[in-house]
């Protein structure tokens, strides 16, 4: 006779959830490209007239609703679908930290079963039919403009309100000039230039980038005070003149040995007292989490030759180098900002 089934010692809710969630992104980015979000910013509405106006049937709407309100991106009030605070700021395309470029970018990234399988048996990112490994086009400077230009618009989404929140969090007093390092867009340049007027800043990118860049400079009006030079920032030499080096989500791209090439071309131009700031979502020292940084590592070995990093790592790799004076700062939606300084008498 059968043995009598002892209850687990916990449900099993969790593994059914994850075992489904492989829908949420597709989930919100086919919603964005519908213009859910648009649609109810207009006017608050129920399951079936939304299903009218965006010609679906009600039992594909009522998923679609239902689904986003689970999210915590829509609220049921009296009837009708309302959208949150979330929502309102990242997810309507005419705000200004609107994530919607970056979700269709990730949306194109074909993460299954094997191909996450197959990456982490070799231990490297693989190459797919829908484009390179991202870091090899980097490190080629093997950039078409188009796709450059969808790449930064994309970092832009993803970076610009993070920007703003460590704008409001990091001290510049005593700065002259900051050197923002494969800055993307300009988007923490911009941030940091409206929160600190009296400093000048400069973003280094790849030259496939650089009229991106100055697009987005040119839209807050910013031409005065941050200027865009096109550079390779492992070949060419950096431009002189600045007394803080700044790298925002930069070393978590690469494998060791670049990142220590990074720190170190740093540390050899900044003058004597002049700092580094690094601004990283980091993984905890233990590395059991947390769950954005655990994935966002995740993604990095999916994609690139790098990793996310503890502050206990960062420390290692900046005192290394000739750094002192190494601090870590919790900043913004688990983001931090590591500060060091080059000593005065070197």
């Keep these: 006779m059968p043995m009598d089934l002892e209850k687990p010692t916990c449900d099993d809710s969790l593994i059914r959830q994850l075992s489904i969630s492989i829908f949420q992104l597709p989930i919100l980015s086919v919603a964005d490209e519908l213009g ?26 009522e998923a679609l609703l239902a689904s986003l309100a689970g999210m915590g991106l829509l609220a049921r009030f009296q009837g009708k679908f309302h959208l949150t605070e979330t929502s309102r700021n990242f997810l309507l395309p005419d705000r200004p ?130 200027d865009v030079v096109a550079l390779d920032m492992f070949r060419d030499a950096w431009p002189p003149g600045h007394d803080v080096i700044f790298f925002a989500n930069v070393l978590h791209d690469w494998d060791s040995a670049r990142r220590q090439r990074l720190i170190q071309r740093s540390f050899e131009v900044l003058p004597p007292g002049g700092r580094i700031l690094i601004y990283e979502l980091l993984l905890s020292d233990g590395q059991d989490g947390p769950l954005t940084a655990a994935l966002s590592s995740m993604n990095m070995v999916y994609l690139t030759p790098g990793k996310q990093l503890t502050a206990g790592e960062l420390d290692e790799l900046v005192r290394g180098c000739g750094f002192t004076d190494v601090s870590v700062m919790p900043a913004y939606a688990g983001y931090s900002l590591i500060s060091a300084r080059k000593p005065l008498d070197r």
């Design 36 to 61: 859910v979000f648009s649609h109810l910013e207009r006017e608050p509405t129920g399951i079936a007239e939304l299903a009218r106006q965006l010609s679906l049937s009600f039992r594909a709407t």
């Design 97 to 226: 930290f609107y994530w919607g470029h970056m979700l269709r970018l990730i949306g194109q990234v074909p993460v299954t079963h094997s191909t996450l399988l197959e990456t982490l048996r070799r231990d490297g990112a693989i190459a797919w039919d829908a484009g390179k490994v991202i870091t090899e086009e980097w490190d080629r400077v093997d950039l078409s403009e188009e796709r450059a230009f969808v790449f930064t618009r994309a970092m832009h989404s993803h970076s610009f309100a993070t920007a703003v929140g460590l704008a409001q969090r990091v001290e510049l007093t005593g700065v002259g000039r900051l050197l923002d390092v494969a800055g993307g867009s300009g988007c923490f340049s911009i941030a940091l230039a409206r929160q600190n007027p009296h400093v000048q800043f400069t973003v280094a990118e790849l030259p496939p980038v650089c009229k991106t860049t100055r697009q987005y400079v040119a839209e807050h009006g910013l031409e005065g005070r941050i």
